[in-house]
C-alpha cells in the first residue's frame, strides 16, 4: 500500500491521528492577507510564519473526544503602538490543542463542554488558515509598547527632566521660605 504524502492544506485529520503524524514547515506572512491587514510595517517578502503539527488518538470512552491535534505556530510581527504610533515589534507564539469529533452537532456540544476547541472530523483541514486564524486570536486587542521611546506621558516621570526644568529649584527654595 502506498502511502501519499500528507498536504498541510488538505489534511486528513483522523488519518493523520492514526498514524502519530507530525509535520512542520514555514509559510510566507504574505500568503496570509488577513494577518498581513493588520501589520503594515511587518509584511516583508522575507517574515516567515513557522508552524507544526502533531496528531493523536486517545484510546478514550466513546463518546469522549479521541482524535486530538497540536499546533504550534510562531511569527515576529510588527504593529502599530495605539499609544506613540510607532513600530511595535513582537514575537508570537500559539501552541493550542483541538479535538475532533465526526459531525458538526457532536462538535458543537462538546465544544460547549470541553476546555479545548473541538471541531468537526474533517478529511481536508487546511492548517494554513488554521494557523492564521489563531495567530490573529493571539493579537493584542490595542498593541502597546510597555514603554514608549518616543516623548509621552512617560517622558513627565522621568526623574532627569524633572531636575532640568529651570524653574524646579527655584520653587523649591520658594517653599522653604528663604526668598522673598
Ligand atoms: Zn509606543
Redesign the pocket.
Known sequence: MSKRPVDPRRLDVAAFADAAGEIAGEWPLSSMPRLTEVTPHGASETTQVRWTARGERHAASPGSVQVWLHLTARVALSLV??????P?EKQFDVSRRFGFVPGEAAAIELDAECEDDVLALTRALDLHELVEDELLLSLPLVP??E????P?PAAEADPQAAAAHPFAELAALRGKGRLN
Do not use: A
Request: hydrophobic share 30%.
Open positions: 503602538c495605539q499609544r506613540c504610533l510607532q511595535f502597546k509598547h514603554t514608549c521611546l518616543l509621552g
